[in-house]
């Protein structure tokens, strides 16, 4: 039983790495998506129900913005094709219980090489059909 045990307490770190990396790795598709205007990219990660909400904080005031997730995806085919944008994530920390994980992610946005705003993302995710998917996102903006 002892060596049960043990054995146990050495494997638990490496499964909770693993189910760690399966949280970045969500995020890390659903940015790629992003930046490459593959909405299908997007989707593959998103649940269908995802809520996209921003706390926008500026000099008249901080306001709550919401999103749906279709208006969301129809945004990309209004960008032009010359806008090159950036999300560049700064670090990640993931906690996980059972089915549901959350991300939280500060991040560094570019337009065209030049930083526009930061903030900190906050994903949630729900494990579903042995997938992680992103239900909502949550992000602050601040300009510098």
């Known amino acids: 039983m002892r060596k049960i045990v ?14 760690n990396q399966e949280i970045e790795n969500t995020v890390k598709t659903f940015f790629e998506g992003f930046h490459a205007k593959d909405t299908t990219k997007i989707k593959s990660v998103c ?11 500026g000099k008249k005031g901080t ?6 997730a279709s208006e ?3 945004s990309f085919a209004a960008f032009p094709k010359d ?3 950036e999300e560049k994530i700064l670090s ?4 996980i219980d059972g089915m549901m994980a959350h991300a939280w992610t500060p991040y560094e946005f570019y337009i065209n090489d030049k930083l526009s ?22 992000d602050t903006r601040r300009k510098k």
């Open 6 to 19: 043990v054995c146990l307490l050495i494997l638990l770190p490496f499964y909770t790495k693993a189910q």
């Open 47 to 57: 649940h269908d129900k995802m809520l996209l909400q921003s706390i926008m904080e």
């Open 72 to 74: 969301f995806i129809k």
């Open 63 to 68: 306001k709550l913005e919401e999103e749906k």
């Open 117 to 138: 705003h930061s903030g900190v993302n906050s994903f949630t995710l729900y494990f579903e059909n042995n997938q992680w998917k992103i239900v909502h996102i949550i």
């Open 92 to 95: 990640y920390k993931v906690q």
């Open 83 to 85: 806008l090159k944008f």
